[in-house]
């Protein structure tokens, strides 16, 4: 089966700080792919960054970034410079065999001024 | 310009009555899926219909019931609704087996269904 956790149920940063949101996942596929997903309040699914397992290099999205550990099957996200209007939840997501999107319970991350 | 549409986006209804959400996508996708958020806001799949054919149905009640006229349309119809269906429904849709740009995976808005 295919899994995705997400251990951290929330998470706060001081405006201009950096944060990493933890995710870890389970899969026997060889090539895969995961992405990191924000939903703020008004509950749009926003698609913040994506990675190619077969790539070893870690994607970035201008404040965005990744820390992607195939061998321990570990995908971080990084964000840089937080603004008040990052906050929101974070779902971590593994594309499945069947191409959907399995899901982890989310990190909902809260940035103060 | 949106992507991915559903209508409609809030609805309140009573428990045993039958509603419809409807999804379009006009980014030339194969691929359609319905997801439920509940109010734990826990995301997981219901169905996917690639190419009009279903190709993931996850133990979800018969009261649902998709339906596909097209690749472009993915509607979900729900009989004798219950207080437990009130959740988020959203509508995505990707391109299934392309390179890494089609496994993106977009998202309508979401429809607000509460049962009362």
């Known amino acids: 089966a295919q899994t995705v956790t997400q251990s951290q149920p929330e998470m706060s940063v001081q405006e201009a700080e950096t944060v990493t949101l933890s995710c870890t996942y389970d899969?026997?596929?060889?090539?895969?792919?995961l992405f990191w997903y924000k939903q703020p309040p008004s509950r749009q699914m926003i698609l913040v960054i994506r990675?190619?397992?077969?790539?070893?290099q870690n994607a970035t999205e201008n404040r965005f970034s990744v820390n992607f550990q195939k061998a321990a099957k570990s995908f971080s996200l990084k964000i840089s410079d937080s603004q008040l209007g990052d906050t929101a939840m974070y779902f971590c997501?593994?594309?499945?065999?069947?191409?959907?999107?399995?899901f982890g319970k989310g990190t909902k991350l809260s940035v103060k001024p | 310009d949106t992507a991915v549409s559903q209508t409609p986006k809030y609805l309140v209804t009573q428990m045993g009555n039958d509603k419809s959400i409807k999804c379009e996508q006009n980014?030339?996708?194969?691929?359609m899926y319905w997801y439920k958020q509940d109010s734990k806001k826990f995301l997981k799949i219901m169905f996917s219909?690639?190419?009009?054919?279903?190709?993931i149905n996850e133990t979800v009640p018969n009261r649902f019931s998709p339906k596909s006229p097209d690749k472009a349309h993915l509607n979900l119809h729900i009989n004798s609704l219950e207080l437990g269906d009130s959740a988020v429904y959203f509508c995505?849709?990707?391109?299934?087996?392309?390179?890494?740009?089609?496994?993106?995976?977009?998202f309508g808005e979401g429809s607000w269904l509460t049962v009362v």
């Open positions: 995505a849709s990707s391109l299934l087996g392309q390179g890494a740009r089609g496994n993106t995976i977009y």
């Open positions: 899969t026997s596929e060889s090539n895969y792919y």
């Open positions: 990675q190619e397992a077969y790539k070893q």
């Open positions: 997501a593994l594309r499945g065999s069947q191409g959907n999107l399995i």
């Open positions: 980014l030339g996708h194969d691929t």
């Open positions: 219909y690639n190419n009009k054919e279903l190709i």
